[in-house]
């Protein structure tokens, strides 16, 4: 993981004053572990190929270990994905809080977007090229999930900044902008991660395309 979250909450806890237990903190700093030792391992077998002896191998934990945490590999999947989109969201929302301007912040939004995605080709690639019924099971619950709930408000918070800031057309409810917003997003993303690995024509390159279709459309200019 490129942020350690759960480590983060920990001290955040603290800060707080709400201190943890040794035991609790062990137990937190465990469920790390096998995480990061997870994404690995899926990065490297893929979802399907991955075994969760192979997790328990990685982490240097007992097989038995990881089941104490996790109850099944799509459990521990599952949350990999909630925390890669966490963290996601604390960085859009850290470096979008100091600007007033919508468009500078819908340009920020796509490209610490694309940035993320880039640093975790290897993983998201898995979530679009291995699906099965089980994945669009998946997808559906991760749709549901309180972070992604948390992402889309926060992307239709956008969409009403620059509606307020007349950037973005106020007939249309903000909601369904956002979700036409995402898709061209998305359709981005899945285009160049269905690819393969990408060592050149970095995703970010795509930002100004994103903004510019969304904000002007296909139509040709007159």
Partial sequence: MNTNSLIEEVIGNAKNGASLSRKQRDKQLRKSDIMQAAE????????HKAAMQDIAKEAQYATGTVYLY???????????????????????KENTAHIADAEDKLKVFIQESLNFFDRNQDFFRIFFSERTQA????????AKSSVMQQHKEFVIGLIKAGQEQKIVRNDFDSR?????????????????????P???????????????????GAGRKR
Avoid: H, P
């Avoid at 690995?40 to 979802?47: D, E, M, Q």
């Avoid at 521990?76 to 996601?88: A, G, H, P, Q, T």
């Avoid at 990408?198 to 002007?216: A, Q, W």
């Fill in 70 to 92: 996790f109850k099944d590999k799509q459990m521990l999947y599952f949350s990999l994905l909630e925390e890669k989109i966490r963290n996601l969201l604390c960085t859009l």
């Fill in 198 to 216: 990408k060592d050149e024509n970095k995703l970010k390159d795509m930002s100004d395309f994103i903004l510019d279709i969304f904000l002007s």
């Fill in 40 to 47: 690995r391992v899926f990065a490297l077998k893929g979802y």
């Fill in 135 to 142: 994945q669009i099971v998946k997808d559906s619950k991760l």
């Fill in 176 to 196: 369904k902008i956002a979700d036409i917003f995402g898709s061209i997003f998305m359709t981005v993303i899945f285009d160049w991660l269905k690819d393969g």
